[in-house]
């Protein structure tokens, strides 16, 4: 999933250099910064793999498998939370406060032990209801242990996640009415929810002057 290869450019990337940091205050808006830049670039890539969910197993599994779709689309969910949990992992561990970390790692662990026996009875679904709010829970702790440990708050984190999350649903609403009375082949329909869940999302961003769309250019613009 891409919150796994995220976790693993910002632990090799990101950690060196928030680590360094000792001014709170510049440590803080630092991870801000990151923060969005990451649920920027990766949240629409997640909302396009639930988009498409039922195209991507049929394309890579066969029709066959065509029931696995809605887990696709749980994981996906699931996997925007678990993003956010691992990012804030990430800038707990470069304050190297491992006693919070043990904390809130056995917090979670013990959450999604309990909740998994509890679910177990209602299948693969209960299963991918409890990995959905399970990753909400991490990501909420994770928010708290980095507000407790920098200058970057719980509510102005649930402030940029709330809107980025809308900046990222709103095209994955038109998409999805859109395709309602569209039936197109696997692969174009796959092609063309991604390009217009992109291209709608962008002008979004472009529309109401976001930053870290302005920073992706840029950087495009320096290749």
Partial sequence: MPYQFTSTILDQATFP??????DDNTFGKTARKILRF?????????MIMSLCSK???IILLGEKWIEAAPILTGLAFGSIALLGEAINRNFIKAKGVTKLIFKLELFKKSTAIILVIAMVRFGVTGLVIT????????????????SNVSSFKFKQQIKDFIQILILAVMPYIICQLAFNYIQLGYIVSFAI????????YISFLILIRNAE??????????F
Avoid: D, H
């Avoid at 250099?17 to 000792?22: G, L, V």
């Avoid at 399970?134 to 708290?144: D, L, P």
């Avoid at 992706?216 to 613009?221: A, T």
């Fill in 17 to 22: 250099i928030m680590a360094k940091i000792q």
């Fill in 131 to 146: 990995f959905i709010f399970n990753a909400f829970v991490a990501y909420i702790c994770n928010m708290w242990g980095t």
């Fill in 213 to 222: 769309i302005r920073l992706i250019f840029s950087k495009i613009k320096q």
């Fill in 193 to 200: 929810k991604t390009l217009l869940y992109l291209v709608i």
């Fill in 55 to 57: 195209e991507i197993v």
């Fill in 38 to 46: 990451i649920l920027v670039l990766f949240l629409p890539l997640l």
